[in-house]
């Protein structure tokens, strides 16, 4: 173990990664090798940023911190922190059951962790900041807001990270100019709802605007957005993806569900027309676009009807990149106060189970699709006797990834022209244009 090395462990979404980044540069800084999440832990001091939102996530984050209390234990490190949504939600509660924890930090005050940590003796004898250690330089996520004014039924996530509040568009631009400058050619834009970007410092969405700006920035290659809400969707947005060539045409937008009864217990402030019309919309003025949803079954009150109603929906709008789960009380939201979990589990899994096999037909002959395309490539890393890399179409880890045989040498982070000869239902398979 070496004892100048700190390892962060990230649980959770993209925006926990991206804190996660920040306190490695503030580490780095301060003269103490940081890496995140690294294949190996080996330094004597872990942070474990931990996720809350679900309770597969809880269990998760919960069970990683045992796991480290007993490195420490047994001597393999030195020193434990826990930070995040968890420790946010349930600080008191993780102080009494894990007391073994060295000292815990909730979402917002992470950052006095750097501040009450000795300097490094590194920098102390080099008078120098560390490079931060990436396991790939490049693409980063960047977060554009924090938290959330929505008040959906079955989601904790505001009463973790409170109400929307936005970052100012010439502070994000700057950090793509710099990172652009360290090499980084293709940004994941995030947040909890990015629709509803710059209401609170503009008075107006203003998610069409950043985009564009940063889209104008020379070096960046692609941008992906995340986590679109919609409700009152900026149909201007969809204007700057159409003509920006390096905003790819891909939106991951959450839409739970179709029924206009469910959607309205959900407290989703939309309908099945309007959900549907929007859709349409979306495809019809960005030919060619990608959506990636997420969808909920068994939430408290849903019916047979209901659910079939969503099944129909999936074979209407065949998404290209569909996720499901069932429904889950969490504490402290309006579904887990006002309604009865009513729906059996037996049934949510049968349901789940029902709506992915309907959605595996989709993606198989979507995948099928893109046979005899030729597509821009980027390289993210190589296995064995495989290039890995991605299209525009493509986020990185979930979304489906392009294999190309190490015959000819690559570089990872460049871009390559490849054309698909073959596809699985979650890789496709290409040989590079020459």
Known sequence: MIHNRIDIVTLGCYKNLVDSECLQKMFCKKGYECYVDAPEVKGKTVVINTCGFIGDAKEESVNTILQFVEAKK???????????????????????????????????????????????????????????????????YIKISEGCDRHCAYCAIPAMTGKHKSRRIE??????????????????????????YGVDIYGKRSIAELISQMADIKGVEWIRLHYAYPNLFPMELLDVMREKD?????????????????????????????????VSDLRKRVPGIVLRTTLMVGFPGETDKDF?????????????????????????????????DDVPEEIKQ??????????????????????GKTMKVII???????????????????????????????????????????AEEFDLYGELVK
């Open 74 to 140: 047994h001597g393999e490190i030195d020193t434990l922190y826990v930070m995040g949504c968890l420790s946010e939600r349930y600080l008191a509660d993780l102080q009494q059951e894990i007391p073994e924890v060295d000292k815990y930090y909730g979402k917002f005050d992470w950052s006095r962790m750097v501040d009450e940590m000795p300097e490094s003796e590194g920098t102390k004898q080099n008078h120098t900041e560390i490079t931060p250690k990436r396991n790939i330089n490049h693409y980063r």
């Open 171 to 196: 502070d994000i631009i700057s950090e793509v100019k710099e990172l652009v400058s360290e090499g980084v050619r293709e940004f994941q834009i995030i947040a909890q709802e990015l629709t509803y």
């Open 350 to 371: 049968q349901r789940l189970d029902k709506l992915m096999r309907v959605q595996q037909r989709i993606s198989a002959e979507i995948m099928e699709e893109n046979i």
């Open 308 to 340: 079939d109603e969503l099944v129909e929906f999936v074979k209407w709008a065949r998404f290209e990149r569909m996720g499901a789960f069932a429904y889950s009380e969490e504490d402290g939201t309006y579904s887990a106060d006002h309604y009865e």
């Open 380 to 422: 993210d890393r190589k296995e064995g006797e495989w290039y890995v890399g991605r299209n525009e179409y493509s986020s990185p880890e979930v979304d489906p990834e392009v294999l190309l045989h190490a015959d000819n040498e690559l570089k990872t982070g460049e871009f390559y022209n490849v054309k698909i000869t073959a």
């Open 246 to 278: 390096n905003v790819c045409k891909y939106l991951d937008i959450a839409l739970q569900h179709i029924s206009t009864s469910v959607l309205k217990r959900m407290k989703r402030d939309t309908t099945k027309e309007e959900t549907m019309q929007l």
